[in-house]
């Protein structure tokens, strides 16, 4: 390529670097210098990638209007210059196919930054939809003016927290219909559009999915704010041409008066250690030996200060969140090139940190007192030092640009010309594009957040204890528990080896002990550090009531308490989906309509209280409603009818509560999108008993119902009882066994159906034998001298017959592998402490396949003895 083109490129690439909207002279320049390098460049064949970049430029110089122009000529330049290194680098205008995301996603969006932003948002929508349910199931007299003012500034403040965080991303889309919805919020209370604020979380969930899954969304911003309509049906405007409005000036936020913190106190101090840690890094990056910073560096300092601003702006920290605003377009600046990262910049990241520090420190202070913060004018002299420094800036650059370009057009039009003329022709009124002096203080500075409503400031005297956090990797904490496990299986075995060689050596033994002791805290450590609060699987309950209530036409209040109770993470994640099931059957099934509410007396609204609390090593929630109970009469009918139970068969009036669990069972006379076809309350209860829980059904006609679901803390370890049949060791889980006992004589006997029978406190209970289950050889054949096991599983008693009881055991649950995993009665095994492998038993399996085992031994010998009547049996049973 020759000189003369490339001067002509780096010519073309300063005008276009000085170009501003309606700066018509300057714009004629680069479109006289674009044609002059068309021109010269037809000659050549190598060159035909920049001639018809040219002619598609001077194509668009008619049908684009000047902000898009510019932004067409700088794609330009760049791959001019690029081109001019190496003719097949560079993209063109014109060479560029469009993103199947169009404007919803910004060409600079920095994927970091969009991953933190789907981690905080994804957690905060669904605050966000609880609050709005929350709401939306209110009466009249519930919804009082404090309330809606509390509800109403929430809103507001969120979604400006949204449309500033995504803006800042690139999710340019989000950032469009965010801002949407807020003018819609100036004409219309929030509570008014309940429908369309839960629309846009699900469209803003749906970017989001789409996003981490390398997908498109399945409706881009214009479609989704086309379709949103109010309640009276009309569609609302197009959203065409929406901008994102000015933020408000420095001199306008500075108002030095008191606000109150907003948000759960924990939750702040986490994030207060979370900014810390971001200072501390961007700190270490300023004070290190290198003289220069890349653009690695740089993004690093970026994100830092846009995380903290995105924190600080949820929880109402007004002077974090604005100087952060101010530090962070100062570095977006610095980062693409507007800015150079010199000393006096360094300066001021430095006097941000040590502000940040200092407001931090206040925030602490703020929460363990009344939650108010007093601003200080040290905020406000920060962004007068940003806002100087830009315009210092600007100056530098307005009086550069003029000369350069006054040189150049000299240049241009020839010798004849005195350069006052030239200057005179060329200076614009308001000079340069100047991206840095858009993004000054004066209007950049977010606008204030919606004031929360007045709330009730804490007394002095409620001290908030502060705790630090630290983020670990979730990966990381399973393997960590991995560990955990095996050492205690390890120590187990050591501690059990020494006592057995070493029990003279007294130091052994008491070295034995700590260990023991040690073991056995590092395990409830590291069990307590996978535990989460069930709050967030609560909140989406309360949308299933609402959205289960609104489509079949009931009413109904949902309540929770207990909802910081914490278990196992993995426990929480199985549980999401027996729970919806149980409470949308309580809103479908138990609510009655508002019609027969009245007719029985009751109020029209009907309730539903979902609880969780802590008891015995496990977790029990119940879900308690008010409406019509269970008619155990209707329910034994629709067995029998069904072929779930035989006619005749005499039930408990908690094993016909049970038989709602039964494959198949429903008393729905219409199926429907919400239930009727049986086939959902069967799988809520094998996914309980796979997490070896229990459910537990209390019921009264005409009242209500409860079901309780018991569960334990975690899967990762259990709690049992040791026992050996034959030399086989099985373990029991505590939370199945009532009672263990040698029987007397008198307490046995044999029965045609139900075989060996053991009598127990006014019941006769099935025995069955393990040994003869699992085929072992067993110790002891006579059950006079072998130990029954009284076990329950919510819906039936029985006992299983072990040769001893060797005591209490915390198992380590393992998988049985492929080939034993279908073993009917087992759920996994553990190492025990000496070695040996114990079985560990699913009692809810095991007696369903003893039963199993039993009726077929029953039918085989019937057959034997009257073959004609076998088959009635069967269809029977």
Known sequence: MSDSISDKIEEIALLVVMLFPGDAQTLDLVMDSLAELKKACESDQENQRLVEAC??????????????????????????????????????????????????????????????FIEKHSTLMDDFEAAIVQIAQLNEEERTSERLEEFRGYVKSYLHNVKGDAGSVGLSGIEKVTHFIEDILQDTAAEQIIDQLLEYREWVLNVLSAYSGGAVPEKLSDDFIAGLSVESGENLKTGEGTEVEEPQSAESEAELEPYQLDGDPEILVEFIAEAKDHLNEVEELLL???????????????????????????????EITRTSHATENLMDNARNGNVVFNNALKGIMLDYIAIQRSLLEKTSNAIAGDGMITPSPEAERFLATIDDYLKSLALIEELSLQADLAQMEQENKGPAEKPEEAENKTAPENPAKQPIEEQTPST????????PAPKKARTSKEKVELKSFVKVETRRLDRLMEYIGEMVISSSMLIRKCRDQLSHDEAVINNTHQLERISREIQEIGMSMRLVPIKGLFQKMSRVVWDTAKKIGKEVHFEMSGEDTELDRTVVEKLADPLMHMVRNAVDHGIETPEDRKAAGKPPKGHVHLSATHGGGSIIIEIRDDGKGLDPEKLLKTAVDKGIVAPGESLSEEEIYMLIFAPGFSTAKVVTDVSGRGVGMDVVRRNIEDMRGRINITSELGKGSCFTIELPLTLAIMEGI?????????????????????????????????????????????IFRLADLFQIPEAYNDPLDATMVIVDTGREMAALQ???????????????????????????????????????????SLLAAAKKKQRNVAREEQLE?????????????
């Open 55 to 116: 002619n598609y430029i001077l194509e668009q110089r008619e049908s684009l209007d000047d902000e898009n122009l510019i932004a067409a000529l700088n794609e330009f330049a760049t791959a001019a210059q690029a081109f001019t290194q190496d003719n097949t680098a560079g993209v063109f205008p014109h060479e560029k196919q469009e993103s199947p995301w169009k404007s919803d996603l910004s060409p600079e969006a920095d994927e970091g930054l969009i991953i933190e």
């Open 865 to 877: 003895e009257h073959p004609a009547g076998a088959e009635s049996m069967g269809r029977i049973h």
């Open 288 to 318: 290190s030996d290198s003289d220069s910073y890349g653009r690695e560096d740089l993004d690093a300092m970026f994100r830092a200060v846009h995380s903290i601003k995105g924190g600080s702006s949820y929880f109402n920290i007004q």
């Open 802 to 844: 072990v040769d001893d009881v060797l005591g209490n055991v915390s198992a380590v649950i393992k998988s049985l592998g492929v080939m034993f995993k279908q073993t009917e009665g087992l759920a996994g095994c553990s190492i025990l402490s000496d070695g040996s492998i114990g079985l560990i038993v699913d009692v809810s």
């Open 722 to 766: 040791e026992t050996t049949v034959g030399y086989e060791r099985f373990i029991i889980p505590t939370l199945s066994i009532t009672e263990f006992l040698r029987p007397e004589p008198e307490m046995l006997s044999t029965t045609l159906k139900r075989g060996e029978v053991l009598q127990y406190r006014d019941m006769f209970l099935p």
């Open 444 to 451: 950049q500075i977010a606008p204030k957040t919606a004031a």
